[in-house]
């Protein structure tokens, strides 16, 4: 259980120790179970590159995701879905119709929030 304030912190590290790639994976495991603080990254010349190649991916990734945005405003198909307000008129859906994901990361029915596993930690 993580110190009150340092929830996201916890959950950071826990998203990190089940990646897929083995050096996020690693890094996670060290950071959730305390023997590494988030500093020490930059200390060891492995995580450290990782991290700035993950960061460089990122920073590339970013115009994809604004171009991606700006088709999506000359779609007329992202205007007729269902806005969010509309989904929460429609009251709660039932757990078992929720679409979850292979990594079992999905909406909180409730509250809208990322959540893992069946029960929110924020609202329930």
Request: one cysteine or more.
């Amino acid at each position: 259980m993580a110190p009150p304030g340092f929830e996201r912190q916890a959950e950071l590290y826990e998203l990190l120790a089940s990646h897929p790639d083995p050096l996020w994976r690693e890094m996670g495991e060290q950071l959730k179970g305390g023997k590494m603080r988030t500093i020490d990254v930059f200390a060891i010349p492995a995580y450290r590159d990782h991290l700035e190649e993950g960061l460089e991916r990122a920073k590339e990734r970013q115009g994809e995701l604004i171009e991606s945005l700006w088709r999506a405003v000359d779609d007329p198909s992202v205007y007729t879905k269902p806005a969010r307000r509309e989904l929460d008129a429609a009251g709660p859906t039932d757990d078992a119709e929720a679409p979850e994901t292979e990594t079992g990361i999905r909406a909180c029915p409730a509250c809208g929030r990322v959540i893992r596993g069946p029960a929110c930690p924020y609202c329930c």
